[in-house]
């Protein structure tokens, strides 16, 4: 009987037939899959390759385990997200922001209003901080009025809060 058993567990887990191993993947592998498959890879592949860069190992079940814990994870933080995402949706819909621009004495704007000005607008009235990436700004927004504007709080919610641009400063 040999001393190493590692070899042992090895030969179970080749193939005979196809001359094919299975392994989990640490990481996403080009051609051959992401993180948590396992998959069939040539012996000599993991042997010379995913073993040496620590990217594979044999499918353990502690191994197994904690990448279930880890999947786990990840999407109970999802979930918090989202929902942080859908409460803050629900007060910037409830309440109305004003900014305050010079005008022409036809109402026109002298200049623009940016996404960053609608920032500062929400945080200077509730606390709540929004990247001005996910501002969407109506597109003729260059008149003294009331404005619909949307921001993207997280992939699959979305606000519309309406902004007033009065005269002023």
């Known amino acids: 009987m040999r001393p190493d058993t590692s070899v042992d567990l090895w030969a179970q887990a ?3 037939k196809r001359r094919r191993v299975d392994v989990l993947l640490k990481e996403e ?3 051959t899959g992401k993180k948590g498959d396992i998959v069939a890879v ?16 044999q499918p353990s079940a502690e191994y197994l385990e904690q990448l279930r814990l880890e999947d786990e994870r990840k999407i109970a ?8 995402a859908l409460k803050l949706r629900d007060g910037l819909q409830i309440l109305s922001f004003t900014i305050r621009v010079k005008a022409k004495d036809d109402g026109t704007l002298y ?18 901080e929004l990247d001005a990436k996910t501002i969407e700004l109506p597109p003729e927004m260059s008149k003294l009025a009331t404005y619909t504007v949307y921001a993207n709080l ?9 902004v007033s641009i009065q005269r002023g400063k």
């Open 14 to 16: 080749v193939d005979a």
């Open 29 to 31: 592998v080009d051609g």
């Open 42 to 57: 040539k012996p000599g592949f993991y042997r010379n390759f995913l073993m040496p860069q620590g990217i594979a190992v």
């Open 77 to 84: 933080e999802a979930k918090a997200k989202k929902d942080a």
């Open 111 to 128: 200049g623009s209003i940016r996404p960053q000005d609608i920032v500062e607008a929400v945080k200077s009235q509730t606390g709540a």
């Open 154 to 162: 997280h992939p699959e919610v979305k606000a519309a809060f309406p």
